[in-house]
């Protein structure tokens, strides 16, 4: 059920996770920056063809949150995956795509969090917005990416998250509770301890 984008849920802003972003996430990006080349583009996104994030951080408290997010698409392995299947799993949804620097930038950080999180059930998915199957497979082989991806071109996953995820912001990063509901978001660049401190809260029911 979607809500209308006018009464979206009031985010609670955590500053001192965000300021810890701002010092450590130009750190972040300055080593993968050694390693390719694309992600020394990720702090401007002028002349990219897409928006560069801030990383802002905004979380939202268990009573303000929305309804479930609902949507069916496809995996690039043809499967299909229902949002309501979700219900009593906490879920990692990253919207990317191979060209977009601050994904690569980034990427390995969410494989890593996806390794240590699996046996709590967690689960992660990424969402790309652009690439054809063979651009994401050389993608994830080269990050060792081991999640699935939604091949999201149709824009299917991207429309039911609208009222979170602002059209051409990639990356972008969401963290589904136990229910479904969006409890954190990050847009830009996702720093590895800030991601990881906000899937530990909703893991534990935060």
Known sequence: MKVPFGSRPAPHRSTA????????AALALSGCAANDPLAQQAGAGGGQNYVAG??????YGAESRGEPVRFSSELYDGSVVNSRDWTGQVTVLNFWYAACPPCRAEAEDLQALYEKYKDDGVMFYGVNVRDPEAT???????FGITY?????RDGEVLFAMTQYV???AVPTTVVLDQQGRV???????AEKSTLDALIADAVAGK
């Open 54 to 59: 801030d990383g802002s951080v905004s979380e």
């Open 136 to 142: 994401a497979a050389a993608f994830e082989r080269n």
């Open 17 to 24: 996770r965000i300021g810890a972003l701002v010092l450590t």
């Open 166 to 168: 602002p059209p051409q």
């Open 148 to 152: 699935p991806s939604f091949d999201d």
């Open 183 to 189: 409890a954190s978001r990050i847009i830009g660049l």
